[in-house]
């Protein structure tokens, strides 16, 4: 048997609270908290869709690290028999494992995470070398799904809430490498302001956690790298 604490409650005021699951083979924790629900307590609250590791709505704190629960084997975390679930720190609280999204997309739309088209558009489609310097830039960080897991797992964000978070300086990253952006000198500038990647101590929680295996923090040590160049003179 599992024994399993899980947070219950409602809008951040809630407290943990013990289950004894079957154990089994090839058991991930989010068959263990949906066998919770489905057995032994229908009224939990909790966030999935695709079940397979491509959604990432899943992802909540597994003894106290953030994690898609659809991927993380029970064998790998529970090897004393005991798992603690609780939902994504750093982001208000819904009910029980569902923590509040808003915020982490808020800050992304904050500082200008979306593409810009060019203000002429070419009669042609753009060229684009896929060996360029920036296409490889862009492309090594661009399968971020924003499932918050490097957010919740980011300590700058834990301390500064006004700091856009990992996720968000990646989106950015991805744009001013990007040739058919529009407006890449202004993705980086929002990126310089305040909040924004000089707020990153580069610790690298974010690029451990990321289920993806992206680097958030390479992408944010870029952003700082192109930011002192335009500041010295330089070119974009």
Same mark, same amino acid.
């Given at each position: 048997?599992?024994?399993?604490?899980?947070?219950?409650?409602?809008?951040?005021?809630?407290?943990?609270?013990?289950?004894? #699951?079957?154990?089994?083979?090839?058991?991930?924790?989010?068959?263990?908290?949906?066998?919770?629900?489905?057995?032994?307590?229908?009224?939990?609250?909790?966030?999935?869709?695709?079940?397979?590791?491509?959604?990432?709505?899943?992802?909540?704190?597994?003894?106290?690290?953030?994690?898609?629960?659809?991927?993380?084997?029970?064998?790998? #975390?529970?090897?004393?028999?005991?798992?603690?679930?609780?939902?994504?720190?750093?982001?208000?609280?819904?009910?029980?494992?569902?923590?509040?999204?808003?915020?982490?997309?808020?800050?992304?739309?904050? #500082?200008?995470?979306?593409?810009?088209?060019?203000?002429?558009?070419?009669?042609?489609?753009?060229?684009?070398?896929?060996?360029?310097?920036?296409?490889?830039?862009?492309?090594?960080?661009?399968?971020?799904?924003?499932?918050?897991?490097?957010?919740?797992?980011?300590?700058? #964000?834990?301390?500064?809430?006004?700091?856009?978070?990992?996720?968000?300086?990646?989106?950015?990253?991805?744009?001013?490498?990007?040739?058919?952006?529009?407006?890449?000198?202004?993705?980086?500038?929002?990126?310089?302001?305040?909040?924004?990647?000089?707020?990153?101590?580069?610790?690298?929680?974010?690029?451990?956690?990321?289920?993806?295996?992206?680097?958030?923090?390479?992408?944010?040590?870029?952003?700082?790298?192109?930011?002192?160049?335009?500041?010295?003179?330089?070119?974009?």
């Amino acid at each position: 048997m599992l024994e399993v604490r899980l947070y219950r409650g409602q809008d951040g005021e809630g407290a943990l609270q013990s289950y004894s #699951v079957p154990r089994r083979e090839s058991q991930t924790v989010l068959d263990v908290v949906t066998t919770i629900q489905r057995e032994i307590d229908p009224a939990l609250a909790y966030r999935f869709a695709c079940r397979v590791g491509m959604c990432g709505s899943c992802a909540m704190m597994v003894n106290g690290v953030p994690r898609w629960t659809c991927r993380t084997h029970v064998d790998l #975390v529970a090897k004393d028999g005991k798992l603690t679930l609780e939902p994504l720190r750093s982001l208000p609280h819904i009910r029980d494992l569902v923590a509040d999204m808003v915020p982490f997309f808020d800050k992304m739309q904050a #500082v200008g995470g979306r593409f810009i088209p060019l203000e002429k558009v070419p009669e042609t489609l753009l060229p684009i070398d896929p060996a360029s310097t920036g296409r490889q830039e862009a492309d090594a960080a661009i399968e971020c799904i924003g499932c918050g897991v490097c957010y919740a797992a980011c300590d700058v #964000v834990a301390w500064k809430p006004d700091y856009v978070g990992p996720a968000a300086l990646n989106r950015v990253w991805t744009l001013v490498n990007d040739e058919r952006d529009g407006d890449r000198s202004g993705h980086l500038s929002t990126a310089l302001e305040a909040g924004g990647c000089l707020s990153c101590h580069g610790i690298g929680s974010c690029a451990a956690h990321c289920p993806n295996a992206l680097n958030p923090t390479r992408s944010i040590a870029g952003l700082k790298r192109s930011g002192f160049r335009v500041a010295l003179g330089g070119k974009l």
